[in-house]
């Protein structure tokens, strides 16, 4: 059975920092393609990064570029999102979520077209 367990968020001031960790168990972990995703009250869900299977290609929302890095380290089955310089309109709860087809489309990853692991999200709140 996989889970998929985030973990990181809280409270912060604007201008701050968080790292996210969002750690899988129940599978061979890079094998998979996986991706950042944040919904907000009264907002659709919307994609903030994704990884290929090694991390040697990122993708980005427009948004968080320059601000956020996703990064993974498949020896502990862990991928991060590190996020500085953060915004109140970043305030949302933060989800993991595992590409089940094993491959690495990031168009669809990032379009939310895919079926995936999802864990149940941290949230995370960004103080003016």
């Known amino acids: 059975q996989v889970q998929v367990v985030e973990s990181g968020g809280g409270l912060v001031q604007a201008g701050g920092s968080l790292r996210l960790s969002c750690t899988v168990f129940?599978?061979?972990?890079?094998?998979?393609?996986m991706g950042w995703f944040r919904q907000a009250p009264g907002k659709e869900r919307e994609a903030v990064s994704c990884?290929?299977?090694?991390?040697?290609?990122?993708k980005y929302e427009d948004s968080v570029k320059g601000r956020f890095t996703i990064s993974r380290d498949n020896a502990q089955n862990t991928m991060y999102l590190q996020m500085n310089s953060l915004k109140p309109e970043d305030t949302a709860m933060y989800y993991c979520?595992?590409?089940?087809?094993?491959?690495?489309?990031?168009?669809?990853?990032?379009?939310?077209?895919?079926?995936?692991?999802w864990g149940q999200g941290t949230q995370v709140t960004v103080s003016s």
């Open positions: 990884i290929d299977w090694y991390g040697l290609d990122t």
């Open positions: 129940g599978l061979r972990f890079d094998d998979y393609g």
């Open positions: 979520a595992v590409d089940k087809s094993g491959g690495y489309y990031y168009t669809d990853l990032l379009a939310g077209k895919f079926e995936g692991y």
